[in-house]
């Protein structure tokens, strides 16, 4: 090989040459990484119970506060738990709180909103004034209250969430909705004189349902986190269920014994790192302008 | 201007004797007896007794005329009284709130000097590594949830390292600083107890940066997104091809105009700094309002929780209400 050959092979590497490839992972590279993310996280969540050979809730006081270790990777907590097992089975209470939060918060949502943009006058009037009301406050701490008022418990939590999450998703369905309800198409389904209900449903959410589909998206991680926070709190989950937040509760005195709180907070924002990921992937794939920004 | 700020104000006072509402309804829904829970068994058996009691309380008028009671009470300043402490709410706010508003005041800052220059980077320099450490420091700082993040920073800077101090406001051993405002930063300033700033100052370092996690990306993004609408203005090609300098374009022009989004803002920054208070309070120990909420929380403390909810909700009101009107003043075309 000639000197002029290293030359050119070298500039070859150095040159922004873009592939298939490069283009591929420009576009889709960060979506992707999220999409795995979740992916890896689904599996566990189906799988755990053959990925480790613990039990989570199996106390053994004897081998409490132990580091990680060979046997246990992540070490063990107070009573002896494995933190890794614990946290593996974790993964399904908060991929299942946060998927039907946000998806009956957002259908609910939803549906009001883009029914009060089209019904316009007095209900939706009311309904716009009733989002604003539960929108003054903010979010964690009515469903604070809410949950406190309804006693602990996955299902309560659950209930309380939901009451603060449908207002957003109906602001945003609502504004969707007018914008699309001046559209030609619209007119034109009236008078044609399909009943309202049809024009709503078959027509107009469908083409609205590109932001919608984001803000699902980047709201998953968000409810998980909120989830999360309010296990924190002590309204979560029943003990001894194994958690994320209620995890890092058990483990927030102890600093010397870091591994029991910092492992399942690791697990909560990787996962909301993923969702994040792939719902930015998602509007800018969705939305070309807001990829230029 | 004046039609809009009497409408703005009309809609604040409505929506803030709805929130009395919704807390009041709320806090009425509870399942449970609250005679049972209150009283014990051998009491409630007692029908005289049970029914007595209802009446010292008001449980046995209509439940619009209980709302009144409640109503009267809050115009008097009566939050009710904490179950856990037994004394009134007003006080354990009034003791608590500085705590909080020194920590949140710290914490807003600090994102505010970290997330403008940030964003304003990473609009300049699109597609720049700026611009991808910008996205990727936003992305995290949304993504990691507050009580972790204020876990890992005190057992990495204090338990591992020990550079940091521990938990708390102050030195274990530390006598605070005579109250004038509650403040400690000011009151050891106003005593002129340079020991006692220092002090105040450092513990204040590590939860301030957890705390200004949770709006730095929120701030970083507005701004960066706010940057680049403004970049590509007519305004900015005029003053281009008059020859001016790059960085007074972007100092002078289009700064003062990319930061009217940022206001806008501060309704949800104070919301993120709230939920992001009750979560660092809680891990560091600080004596304010957010761990107040957590231990009655913990504590199931009923009154509490409304009460804080209540305090929450109407400070949420007022924040927008200002932000409304500074709004119109910074841009004249909403009020019409």
Same mark, same amino acid.
């Given at each position: 090989?000639?000197?002029?050959?290293?030359?050119?092979?070298?500039?070859?590497?150095?040159?922004?040459?873009?592939?298939?490839?490069?283009?591929?992972?420009?576009?889709?590279?960060?979506?992707?990484?999220?999409?795995?993310?979740?992916?890896?996280?689904?599996?566990?969540?189906?799988?755990?119970?053959?990925?480790?050979?613990?039990?989570?809730?199996?106390?053994?006081?004897?081998?409490?506060?132990?580091?990680?270790?060979?046997?246990?990777?992540?070490?063990?907590?107070?009573?002896?738990?494995? @933190? %890794?097992?614990? $946290?593996?089975? /974790?993964?399904? &209470?908060?991929? +299942?709180? =946060? #998927?039907?939060?946000?998806? !009956? *918060?957002?259908?609910?949502?939803?549906?009001?909103?883009?029914?009060?943009?089209?019904?316009?006058?007095?209900?939706?009037?009311?309904?716009?004034?009733?989002?604003?009301?539960?929108?003054?406050?903010?979010?964690?701490?009515?469903?604070?209250?809410?949950?406190?008022?309804?006693?602990?418990?996955?299902?309560?939590?659950?209930?309380?969430?939901?009451?603060?999450?449908?207002?957003?998703?109906?602001?945003?369905?609502?504004?969707?909705?007018?914008?699309?309800?001046?559209?030609?198409?619209?007119?034109?389904?009236?008078?044609?004189?399909?009943?309202?209900?049809?024009?709503?449903?078959?027509?107009?959410?469908?083409?609205?349902?590109?932001?919608?589909? @984001? %803000?699902?998206? $980047?709201?998953? /991680?968000?409810? &998980?986190?909120? +989830?999360? =926070? #309010?296990?924190?709190?002590? !309204? *979560?989950?029943?003990?001894?269920?194994?958690?994320?937040?209620?995890?890092?509760?058990?483990?927030?005195?102890?600093?010397?014994?870091?591994?029991?709180?910092?492992?399942?907070?690791?697990?909560?924002?990787?996962?909301?790192?993923?969702?994040?990921?792939?719902?930015?992937?998602?509007?800018?794939?969705?939305?070309?302008?807001?990829?230029?920004? | 201007?004046?039609?809009?700020?009497?409408?703005?104000?009309?809609?604040?006072?409505?929506?803030?004797?709805?929130?009395?509402?919704?807390?009041?309804?709320?806090?009425?829904?509870?399942?449970?007896?609250?005679?049972?829970?209150?009283?014990?068994?051998?009491?409630?058996?007692?029908?005289?007794?049970?029914?007595?009691?209802?009446?010292?309380?008001?449980?046995?008028?209509?439940?619009?005329?209980?709302?009144?009671?409640?109503?009267?009470?809050?115009?008097?300043?009566?939050?009710?009284?904490?179950?856990?402490?037994?004394?009134?709410?007003?006080?354990?706010?009034?003791?608590?709130?500085?705590?909080?508003?020194?920590?949140?005041?710290?914490?807003?800052?600090?994102?505010?000097?970290?997330?403008?220059?940030?964003?304003?980077?990473?609009?300049?320099?699109?597609?720049?590594?700026?611009?991808?450490?910008?996205?990727?420091?936003?992305?995290?700082?949304?993504?990691?949830?507050?009580?972790?993040?204020?876990?890992?920073?005190?057992?990495?800077?204090?338990?591992?390292?020990?550079?940091?101090?521990?938990?708390?406001?102050?030195?274990?051993?530390?006598?605070?600083?005579?109250?004038?405002?509650?403040?400690?930063?000011?009151?050891?300033?106003?005593?002129?107890?340079?020991?006692?700033?220092?002090?105040?100052?450092?513990?204040?370092?590590?939860?301030?940066?957890?705390?200004?996690?949770?709006?730095?990306?929120?701030?970083?993004?507005?701004?960066?997104?706010?940057?680049?609408?403004?970049?590509?203005?007519?305004?900015?090609?005029?003053?281009?091809?008059?020859?001016?300098?790059?960085?007074?374009?972007?100092?002078?022009?289009?700064?003062?105009?990319?930061?009217?989004?940022?206001?806008?803002?501060?309704?949800?920054?104070?919301?993120?700094?709230?939920?992001?208070?009750?979560?660092?309070?809680?891990?560091?120990?600080?004596?304010?309002?957010?761990?107040?909420?957590?231990?009655?929380?913990?504590?199931?403390?009923?009154?509490?929780?409304?009460?804080?909810?209540?305090?929450?909700?109407?400070?949420?009101?007022?924040?927008?209400?200002?932000?409304?009107?500074?709004?119109?003043?910074?841009?004249?075309?909403?009020?019409?």
């Amino acid at each position: 090989m000639t000197a002029f050959d290293q030359a050119s092979a070298t500039l070859a590497a150095l040159a922004p040459a873009r592939s298939k490839g490069q283009r591929w992972r420009r576009r889709y590279g960060i979506a992707a990484i999220g999409a795995a993310i979740i992916l890896v996280w689904v599996l566990i969540a189906i799988l755990c119970s053959y990925l480790t050979p613990y039990s989570p809730d199996t106390v053994d006081v004897s081998i409490r506060l132990r580091p990680p270790s060979a046997t246990h990777w992540l070490g063990t907590d107070e009573l002896g738990r494995d @933190v %890794l097992t614990r $946290l593996l089975y /974790g993964s399904r &209470i908060s991929l +299942f709180t =946060g #998927l039907v939060v946000v998806l !009956l *918060g957002g259908a609910f949502g939803t549906l009001v909103g883009g029914a009060a943009a089209f019904m316009r006058g007095r209900g939706e009037e009311l309904i716009m004034r009733l989002t604003d009301l539960v929108l003054c406050f903010p979010p964690i701490i009515l469903a604070l209250a809410i949950a406190a008022a309804l006693g602990i418990g996955t299902r309560n939590t659950i209930i309380a969430m939901l009451v603060v999450w449908w207002p957003k998703f109906a602001r945003l369905a609502h504004s969707l909705v007018l914008v699309q309800r001046s559209q030609e198409y619209v007119e034109a389904a009236v008078v044609v004189g399909l009943k309202p209900a049809r024009i709503l449903l078959r027509h107009i959410i469908p083409n609205a349902v590109g932001p919608l589909i @984001v %803000l699902v998206t $980047l709201d998953l /991680g968000n409810a &998980i986190i909120t +989830f999360a =926070g #309010l296990s924190f709190l002590g !309204l *979560g989950v029943v003990p001894p269920t194994p958690e994320w937040g209620s995890m890092v509760a058990e483990g927030r005195e102890l600093v010397e014994q870091w591994w029991v709180a910092a492992f399942p907070g690791f697990a909560i924002l990787s996962v909301v790192l993923g969702f994040n990921f792939l719902g930015d992937g998602v509007r800018d794939w969705l939305d070309p302008k807001a990829r230029q920004r | 201007m004046p039609r809009y700020i009497v409408s703005r104000l009309v809609a604040t006072a409505l929506m803030a004797l709805l929130a009395t509402l919704v807390i009041f309804l709320i806090a009425n829904m509870v399942p449970g007896d609250p005679v049972l829970a209150q009283l014990g068994d051998v009491a409630a058996s007692n029908k005289a007794f049970v029914a007595e009691w209802r009446a010292k309380w008001g449980l046995d008028l209509p439940l619009w005329e209980r709302y009144l009671i409640f109503l009267k009470g809050l115009l008097h300043g009566d939050l009710g009284v904490s179950i856990a402490s037994q004394r009134t709410l007003l006080e354990n706010i009034g003791q608590y709130a500085p705590a909080t508003i020194e920590l949140a005041t710290v914490g807003f800052l600090l994102s505010l000097l970290l997330g403008v220059p940030l964003g304003m980077l990473a609009a300049i320099k699109r597609d720049s590594w700026v611009d991808h450490v910008a996205r990727a420091v936003s992305l995290v700082g949304v993504s990691s949830p507050t009580f972790w993040l204020a876990f890992i920073m005190l057992a990495l800077f204090y338990g591992g390292l020990q550079i940091a101090p521990g938990p708390g406001r102050l030195d274990p051993i530390a006598f605070s600083p005579p109250t004038v405002t509650g403040l400690f930063l000011v009151d050891s300033l106003l005593a002129g107890d340079l020991e006692s700033f220092r002090d105040a100052a450092a513990h204040l370092v590590l939860p301030s940066i957890v705390l200004a996690a949770a709006t730095l990306g929120l701030i970083t993004r507005t701004t960066r997104a706010s940057m680049l609408d403004n970049l590509h203005q007519d305004y900015v090609r005029v003053a281009r091809a008059k020859g001016l300098r790059e960085g007074r374009i972007v100092n002078g022009h289009v700064l003062p105009n990319a930061l009217i989004p940022i206001v806008t803002l501060g309704g949800l920054a104070y919301a993120n700094l709230l939920t992001g208070a009750v979560m660092t309070e809680t891990v560091f120990s600080w004596p304010g309002l957010g761990r107040y909420t957590f231990r009655s929380a913990e504590a199931l403390d009923f009154p509490a929780i409304m009460g804080i909810t209540l305090v929450v909700a109407l400070t949420y009101l007022l924040i927008n209400l200002v932000i409304d009107l500074s709004y119109a003043l910074l841009d004249p075309r909403v009020a019409r």
